[in-house]
């Protein structure tokens, strides 16, 4: 890197490096473009180091924990079971670590060039990458932002070592006793659901008529059933109040039916949602045009109204999704290059790692309803299915959303184990657009959990073999 008051030239800036930047720079890379992508922190952005996979891999040892202390029903009992959660965590460092590393090289494989630095932008071809050293400036024909969004602080509710954002919680040094958490979103119910696993008495305070927002009644009835089974208590309509910190935890106000209460715990986890990472970078005043909530306006290929200035992820409408930014930056990359490549959210999955997994992708049921579609909604239990039997897991079902003239496959909901995989496969029966007959005639292994789509498509058929219709 040049150092000094000559500028560095550049194809392609891309600022911030998570899941939606980085995969925009070696998109962009790919496509022949000289790309330089700037972060002040770790690669893989909130995602991969405090976000999205971390999160996992601790719902996955509370899993495994959960198993040990509960497979009475298979003729397995242990004895003592005991966590080390030191070494838990220390397992959770080494996966991300292993990621993170794995999208280094994969950058400089591609030939991208790696800058840690903030980023301030001077006007549209012109930044300014920043670090404790020195300031450097940079000339670049296009840029990517991709700055990811951070948790939002309520004023009731200032962080500290109490009261914790989603990357506190994952950075405890303990198995908290008592846990209050504010928001039953996908990041509460996760979180809140993963230390019950362990053991926590959890408390989730939401203040709408449910978890989940966005996802059917049907499903989220599901995930309230495990968590109560865990021994969560999730108390809907509830209206936080305060937090008054003691010596060794908190003690949270809440409002509930008129009523004011109280609940005590070791720590309060608060996920309210998120803001964008817009703020302070120069954006306003290089006159890139954003709404009300900081969210940048795009257009079909992320362009924003400054026509060489692309937008992607979490500072731009939609849901924060890590593979929706991955998905918007290869457009933005590729629309640089000249493609015609549109973003088309449709076949965009949604997914919940809560217990049992949730997803869905395309149209809901009532979406499908009132987009003026006639619909058939097939629906087939994983309680009909061999292979979710012998894994002890077969609450939940598949849903499949086909129009009634054709079969055409629109949409889907899985609640159930893997649902998080499985709805890949109706994404791209989605995207492609196949019909129900396309996923009956496709023969799957026996005995899979993949299974459940195809019967639910032969159901959709109006022919199915395992349950009656």
Known sequence: MVVGDFPVEVDTLVVGAGPGGYVAAIRAAQMGQSVTIVDK??????CLNVGCVPSKALISAGHRYEQANDSEDMGITAENVSVDFSKVQEWKGQ???????????LLKSNKADIVKGEVY???????KIMDDKQSQTYKFKNAIVATGSRPI???????SDRVLDSTGALELDEIPEKMVVIGGGYIGTELGGAYASFGTEVTILEGTEDILGGFEKGMTQLVKKRLKKKGVDVVTKAMAQGVEETDNGVKVTYEEKGEEKTVEADYLLVTVGRRPNTDEIGLDEMGVEMDDNGLIKIDKQCRTNLDNIYAIGDIVDGPPLAHKASYEGKIAAEAISGEKSEIDYLGIPAVVFSDPELASVGHSEDSAKEAG?????????????GRALSLNDSEGFVKLITRQSDGLVIGGQVAGPNASDLIAEIGLAVEAGMTAEDLALTIHAHPT????????ADL??????????
Do not use: R, W
Request: aromatic share 10%.
């Open 41 to 46: 922190g770790n690669l893989g952005g909130v």
């Open 95 to 105: 996966v991300v670590n292993k990621l993170t590393g794995g999208v280094e090289g």
């Open 121 to 127: 932008f001077v006007d549209q071809n012109t930044a």
């Open 153 to 159: 602080e309520l004023k009731p509710f200032p962080y």
């Open 373 to 385: 579609f006639e619909v058939d909604a097939s629906k087939f239990p994983f309680g009909a299915n």
């Open 449 to 456: 959990l993949g299974e459940t789509v195809m019967e639910a």
């Open 460 to 469: 959709a058929m109006g022919m199915p073999i395992h349950i009656t219709k």
